[in-house]
C-alpha cells in the first residue's frame, strides 16, 4: 500500500512537468493505453497517463525521446508489468538504461534506428521482468561496435517471445542462446542467418524450452543441415521454414519432434519424399512445384497445398484425420467423389481456381461434391471451367451441359438405330416403287439425249417397226404377226430383238437404236408384257420420243384385255395412250381378224 502512495505522490509531482517540447501524451482508444507523439495537441500533463498499461511513443523523424519522458517511465512502479511501444524514434543505449529498470514487460520497437553500441547496465538497478522482445525493421548504426551480451544474462533468462524481423540479423551467440532458458517464442524472419549461423546459434543447450521458431525468408538453403540442426530442440512443436530454396532434397532427416505447424511454403519443392516429421497437426506445402503427394502423414488434421501443380486430390487414405484441405490454384480438372468422400473427416475444403473440366462426369457430381463438406470456402465464385473451350471462364455451377455432349454414345446409338431404320424405310420403298429402275431410265434417257438425233423418216428409216413384245408372247408373233406383215405382196420390215439385236452390244443401246431407226414402234401389250422388265424399258423409251417428235409412231395391240389396275401406275403414258383409244385389240373370232391386219397395216403406213 505505501508503495501506490508513493507512486501516485510521484505521479502528482509529474503532472506539474510538461513532457517535452512538440510532445504531448493523451489517452487512445482505452484508459489503458496512452500515446505520445510529437503532433501539436491540446497540452495534456503525464497524470492522465498514470494509470496506462501500455505507452505508445511515436516519433515521426527518427527523433530521440526526451529525457524526462524516459524518466517518466523509469520511475513507474505498479504491480503489473507495462508494454513500451517505439515507433520511428531514436534508441540510445542511455535510453535502454533509463527504462530499463521500469516495470516493463514487454518492449516493441519498430521502425526505429539504434545508435547505442549495446552498453546496457540497467540490469543492476532492479530486477527484470521484460519477458517480450518485439523488434521489427530497426536499423543499428554502428553495428560493429556492438558489444557482446554476456552482462544481459538475467535479462536474457527471462525472456519467453523474441521477434525480430527486417533487422538484418545474421547470428545469435551460442552463448546467447544457452542463457534464453526460459525462451518459447523466436520469430527471426526476413534477416540474414545463414546455415552455419543456425549451427552456432542452436548448440548444446541452446533454447532449451523453444515451442516456437519462425525462420521465413532468411538466407537458409540446405533442408539437411536445417533438419540435423533443429531435430536437437526437442520442445519445438511450431516451426516456419517458408520462402528458402530447398529444391535440393535432402539425403536422410528425421525429425523426433511432434509438430503442431509445420510450414514449408514457397520452398521450391519439386517432390516430396519422407523428410517431413511423421506427427504433425498442420502441414502448409502452399507454393511450391508439387505435382504428386504420395506421402502418408495419417496425424495431420490441417493441410495447405495451394499454388502447386498438382492434378488431383491427394490419396484420402493417406491423410485420414484431414479436417482441412486448402488445394485452390493447382492443376485439377475435376474431383473425384470417391475421393472427396474418403476424407470422412472433412470439414473444410478450398478448391477454387483449378482448371477444371466441365465434363458430364463432373457436373453431375457437383451438387453430391458440394454437399459433402460442411463448409466449402470458395464455392462457387471461384470454381471456374477450363473446357470445353465454349465454356471457358464461366462459373461450374452456371453451366448447363447438352444430352448430347453428357450422352454422347448413346446419342450416336440412337442416330445410328435411327438412320438405319430410315435406311430400311427408305429401300422398301426404294424396292415397291421402283425407284431403280426409274433411275436406270432417267441415265439412259440422259445418255440418249446427249445424243443427237435426227427425224426418222421413209427416207432414212432402217426398219418400218420395231416390235416390242414379251418373251411368252413370240409365239403370237412368229405365227401371226410377222408372216401377216412381211409375207405379203407389199412386206414390212420389222425389227425384232431375237433376230435384229446385234450379238455382243449393250441390250439398251440396242433397244434405244432400234427405236430410233424405226419409223413406228409397235408393243404386244398382254399381262405377260406389264410384267417384264425389258418391256418397261422399251415403251420408256418410245415413250420419251412420241413426246419429243410429237408424231403418232407407237402403235399398240393388247392381244387380250388388260384392267387399268393391272397396268404399273409408271406407265403413265400407257395409261394416257390407252384412254384414248389409240390401240388395236387382238380379236378372238376369226372373221374380225382380216379387219384387225388391214387395221394394223394403215397404221404403219401412216405418217
Not at 524516459?70 to 508489468?81: G, H, Y
Not at 532427416?253 to 514457397?266: K, P, V
Not at 452390244?505 to 434405244?512: A, E, P
Request: proline content about 3%.
Amino acid at each position: 500500500m505505501w508503495v501506490s502512495v508513493c507512486a501516485t505522490l510521484s505521479s502528482l509531482l509529474l503532472c506539474l512537468i510538461t513532457v517535452a517540447d512538440g510532445w504531448s501524451c493523451s489517452y487512445e482508444e482505452t484508459q489503458t493505453y496512452c500515446r505520445c507523439t510529437t503532433e501539436d495537441k491540446d497540452f495534456n500533463t503525464m497524470s492522465v497517463c498514470a494509470n496506462a498499461s501500455t505507452f505508445e511513443i511515436l516519433g515521426k523523424y527518427l527523433e530521440e525521446v526526451p529525457l524526462k519522458l524516459q524518466t517518466f517511465l523509469s520511475e513507474l512502479r505498479t504491480s503489473d508489468p507495462k508494454r513500451i511501444i517505439l515507433k520511428k524514434v531514436s534508441v540510445s543505449d542511455s535510453f535502454v538504461n533509463n527504462i530499463g529498470g521500469g516495470f516493463f514487460g514487454s518492449l516493441e520497437i519498430e521502425d526505429s534506428k539504434y545508435t547505442g553500441i549495446g552498453y546496457w547496465t540497467f540490469e543492476n538497478k532492479h530486477d527484470s521482468i521484460l519477458t517480450s522482445v518485439w523488434l521489427v525493421n530497426v536499423t543499428i548504426v554502428e553495428f560493429y561496435k556492438f558489444y557482446s551480451l554476456h552482462y544481459l544474462d538475467h535479462t536474457l533468462k527471462a525472456l519467453r517471445n523474441v521477434t525480430v524481423i527486417q533487422c538484418s540479423l545474421f547470428l545469435i551467440p551460442c552463448e546467447g542462446s544457452q542463457k534464453m532458458t526460459n525462451l518459447e517464442y523466436l520469430d527471426l524472419s526476413e534477416n540474414k542467418l545463414q546455415d552455419i549461423a543456425m549451427i552456432t546459434s542452436v548448440c548444446a543447450g541452446g533454447y532449451p524450452k523453444l515451442r516456437v521458431l519462425k525462420l521465413r525468408k532468411n538466407y537458409l538453403k540446405s533442408y539437411q543441415t536445417l533438419c540435423n540442426t533443429l531435430s536437437k530442440l526437442s520442445k519445438l512443436t511450431h516451426l516456419d521454414l517458408s520462402q528458402h530454396d530447398f529444391s535440393t532434397p535432402p539425403l536422410s532427416c528425421s525429425w523426433q519432434q511432434s509438430f503442431q505447424i509445420f510450414n514449408l511454403s514457397d520452398t521450391r519443392l519439386n517432390h516430396i519424399q519422407n523428410y517431413l516429421p511423421a506427427t504433425v497437426d498442420i502441414l502448409d506445402l502452399s507454393k511450391n512445384r508439387l505435382v504428386v503427394l504420395d506421402i502418408t502423414l495419417p496425424t495431420v488434421k490441417k493441410l495447405y497445398l495451394s499454388n502447386n501443380g498438382l492434378q488431383e486430390l491427394p490419396p484420402a487414405q493417406n491423410f485420414p484425420n484431414v479436417e482441412v484441405l486448402c488445394i485452390e490454384t493447382n492443376k485439377l480438372t475435376d474431383i473425384k467423389k470417391e475421393r472427396l468422400l474418403g476424407f470422412r473427416n472433412l470439414k473444410y475444403l478450398k478448391a477454387g481456381r483449378n482448371m477444371y473440366s466441365c465434363s458430364c462426369e463432373f457436373m453431375s457430381e457437383i451438387p453430391d461434391l458440394m454437399s459433402a463438406v460442411a463448409f466449402v470456402k470458395d464455392w462457387p465464385d471461384d470454381y471456374v471451367c477450363e473446357t470445353p473451350s465454349h465454356h471457358k471462364g464461366s462459373k461450374v455451377k452456371d453451366v448447363q451441359l447438352s444430352l448430347l455432349e453428357c450422352h454422347r454414345s448413346l446419342v450416336l446409338v440412337l442416330i445410328s438405330g435411327g438412320t438405319l431404320i430410315v435406311l430400311c424405310i427408305l429401300g422398301f420403298i426404294w424396292y415397291k416403287t421402283h425407284a431403280t429402275w426409274y433411275l436406270r431410265m432417267a441415265w439412259q434417257w440422259l445418255q440418249a439425249k446427249r445424243r443427237t438425233v435426227k427425224a426418222t423418216t421413209d427416207l432414212n428409216a432402217k426398219f418400218d417397226a420395231f416390235i416390242s413384245y414379251s418373251e411368252s408372247d413370240s409365239e403370237w408373233v412368229d405365227n401371226f404377226l410377222v408372216p401377216q406383215l412381211e409375207n405379203t405382196n407389199e412386206p414390212f420390215k420389222l425389227c425384232l430383238h431375237k433376230r435384229d439385236f446385234l450379238p455382243g452390244k449393250w441390250i439398251m443401246d440396242n433397244i434405244i437404236e432400234s427405236i430410233e431407226e424405226s419409223r413406228k414402234t409397235l408393243f404386244v401389250i398382254s399381262k405377260h408384257f406389264v410384267s417384264s422388265e425389258w418391256c418397261k424399258y422399251e415403251l420408256e423409251f418410245s415413250q420419251h420420243r412420241f413426246f419429243d417428235e410429237n408424231n403418232d409412231f407407237v402403235i399398240l395391240v393388247l392381244l387380250e384385255p388388260i384392267p387399268r389396275e393391272c397396268i404399273p401406275r409408271r406407265f403413265c403414258k400407257l395409261h394416257k395412250l390407252m384412254s384414248k383409244n389409240t390401240y388395236l385389240e387382238w380379236p378372238e373370232e376369226d372373221d374380225q381378224q382380216g379387219i384387225f391386219w388391214e387395221k394394223l397395216r394403215t397404221a404403219l403406213t401412216s405418217q
